[in-house]
């Protein structure tokens, strides 16, 4: 082949490389962005659906830390018999109930806020059993009274809990 052939056919080739490569280049860029357009839809309409199922979760959620309060907790149940430990008992498996059945709405909020919630559990069970631990508490009456007294002196778990959920709350807007 002489010089020319190969200067006459790279004069043909060349531009259709170029051209072909322009257009892969907008095709794929046009087709990435219509994947994003897509996949932006998606999350829109997956959202307008999940938020009113989240913001359920976070009501429940908010409930349980009102009702696993102990100042709420021990006004709502009463001394069934002057036993402190039957009391305490009583009070825990409460919570224990009052959690199980709101067990469900981990999967709609995040695990940071799950695991607060679960700690504000567990401190306040805690909470109860170092009262009835307590040498100077006699029966569910004194119980009661020593538990309130320590909540004047410092916050509940549920109160900590409970900002954790507003501020998650706050972020979903």
Known sequence: ???????????????????????YFLFNSYFKDQQNTRRWLLQK??????????????????LFMERINPS???IRITPISEDKNEYANYVIAQVEQEFEHNLAQQIYISDECWSIITTAKNATIQMIRLAVK????????Q???VILSDL????????????????EVGQLW
Do not use: C, H, W
């Open 1 to 23: 082949m002489d010089s020319t052939k190969i200067l006459e056919i790279l004069a043909y080739t060349l531009p259709s490389l170029i051209t072909g490569g322009v257009a």
């Open 45 to 62: 309409d997956n959202r307008k659906d999940t938020l009113p199922l989240r913001l359920q979760a976070f009501e429940r959620m908010t």
């Open 72 to 74: 709420q907790l021990l």
């Open 134 to 141: 307590n040498e100077k508490v006699a029966d569910a009456n």
């Open 143 to 145: 119980l009661r009274e």
């Open 152 to 167: 004047l002196e410092k916050q509940s778990p549920s109160s900590a809990a409970l900002a954790f959920i507003k501020n």
